[in-house]
């Protein structure tokens, strides 16, 4: 069921348990990004996902207004009370791809919601190489968007050669905002759709044949 943080309940018991075993590592180092960092505040990963037992790894640009404490549920979540996050919620639904298969972060993991730039998106990148250590099981990367898609030509090297090593697959797409399907021709805006079905429907069967 999508937009489950618009409930207080639910959004209360994810609170408490974002230090949960399978998600702890990651919220710490949130906590870091945030005590260490001028670039301000970013939000949690909610513990209804996979955390280091992750095997995909989803990024996006970066965290909506509804990822803040303030309007928000203080969490990157496909449950959050937005567009973006049902969409997303729908794809993965339809793909059969499990929540606890799923670790999701943003190309800039701080919250600015605006276009990040060259500067920040490397910045960002230093980010994911951090998360690609901490994620074992990682046989996935879908990069949603432009910016998901730069921020990952900015990966540090070393990452790269991790990625070669373990064999994770790199899956480009479209960003699943309504932005992205905005344009004249019809036709291109059912290619767009079609390409991140298919993208989506790509990883559940790489997680599926690689199962162990």
């Known amino acids: 069921m999508a937009r489950l943080m618009a409930n207080k309940e639910f959004r209360e018991k994810q609170f408490n348990c974002r230090y949960d075993a399978h998600i702890a590592e990651i919220n710490e180092y949130v906590d870091s990004l945030r005590e260490n960092s001028s670039r301000g505040w970013a939000p949690y990963v909610a513990p209804l996902y996979g955390g280091v037992n ?30 973006t996050a049902e969409a997303l919620y729908s794809y993965y639904k339809v793909a059969g791809i499990a929540s606890r298969d799923i670790m999701p972060w943003n190309a800039y993991p701080w919250y600015i919601n605006k276009k990040p730039l060259s ?58 905002s309504r932005m992205a399907f905005i344009h004249r021709d019809p036709n291109i805006v059912a290619a767009r759709r079609q390409h991140v079905i298919d993208a989506f429907h790509k990883a559940a069967s790489i997680l599926k044949s690689r199962w162990s």
């Open 119 to 176: 500067s920040q998106l490397k910045a960002g990148a230093e980010t994911i190489a951090q998360l690609l250590a901490l994620l074992k099981h990682v046989q996935v990367v879908m990069l949603h968007g432009n910016e998901a898609h730069r921020a990952w030509n900015y990966l540090p090297e070393l990452s790269k050669q991790l990625v070669i090593t373990r064999n994770i697959e790199v899956i480009k797409t479209f960003h699943p």
């Open 54 to 83: 992750a095997r995909l790894l989803s990024v996006l640009r970066d965290p909506g207004p509804k990822t803040q404490d303030e309007v928000g549920s203080g969490f990157i979540c496909m449950e959050n009370d937005d567009q």
